[in-house]
């Protein structure tokens, strides 16, 4: 993957809209709801606390897709020799192929995720499956906003990875070039798990090297890509704190 100027890494859960809707919401649990756990609201929610509450679950949902980017990475370098339940090793080249999968597929759920809670802050009543790009940015609610041009740069750090993950989703494992310069040597490895082989024993701290090298270079792309798509969130959200406090003052005054 092509290296970027990494973007500096943005709390996404102190942003001003999160802890906007985290008072709305604290304000409406001490309103409505009892203290009993999972329990039922004790009236029926007014409007505006009904699209406070929605909005609070869409953006903690969008947040939390953003937060779980890092989470592949956290482990990319964190190879341990283990088998599956049915006895196949899991080897160095199945375990990175496996993280940057779980990257790249989350990657497009970001996006997803993104459009929903736009949907629900403006307030569009699209239904969740059907909040694709054309659908929701260029909605005429949404297009002339401040909101459409923060989509529009989330488009473009996620863009090109798209179709990568289109082909993993349908087509299967993840692999590229550099990948396959090494991940050779594991596909033996794991065809000759169950017996000793020189030739493996040979060239195991090569393969390891190459492998290792490649992880980090990988490991500081993507999350210089994680950063970046994070940061773009974060000016996302900026951009939808004035519509939120709008229509609950609009909803409120109803």
């Known amino acids: 993957m092509a290296s970027s100027k990494p973007c500096a890494s943005v709390d996404l859960h102190n942003t001003r809209f999160i802890q906007y809707l985290a008072g709305q919401t604290a304000a409406l649990f001490r309103a409505a709801y009892p203290p009993r756990f999972g329990a039922a609201p004790l009236r029926p929610l007014t409007p505006a606390e009904e699209y406070a509450e929605q909005c609070m679950v869409s953006a903690g949902e969008l947040v939390d897709g953003c937060d779980q980017l890092y989470y592949p990475l956290a482990y990319l370098s964190g190879y341990r020799r283990r088998r599956t339940p ?86 299967g494992r993840y692999s590229d070039e550099l990948l396959r310069k090494w991940e050779i040597y594991f596909v033996l490895e794991k065809e000759t798990a169950s017996r000793s082989d020189p ?56």
């Open 199 to 254: 030739l493996i024993s040979r060239y195991r701290v090569l393969y390891k090297t190459m492998a290792d090298n490649d992880v980090k270079s990988r490991r500081k792309d993507l999350l210089a890509l994680a950063d970046r798509v994070s940061d773009r969130i974060a000016r996302l959200l900026e951009s939808l704190l004035p519509v939120v406090e709008r229509t609950k003052k609009q909803l409120s005054d109803a």
């Open 86 to 171: 049915h006895g196949t090793l899991i080897t160095r080249a199945d375990h990175v192929a496996y993280q940057i999968q779980n990257f790249i597929i989350r990657l497009g759920t970001v996006t997803d995720r993104a459009l929903k809670l736009v949907n629900i802050v403006f307030q569009l009543g699209i239904q969740p499956r059907d909040c694709g790009w054309s659908v929701v940015a260029k909605n005429a609610h949404v297009a002339p906003t401040t909101a459409r041009k923060r989509l529009d740069t989330l488009d473009e750090a996620v863009r090109p990875h798209r179709e990568t993950r289109n082909r993993i989703v349908h087509q």
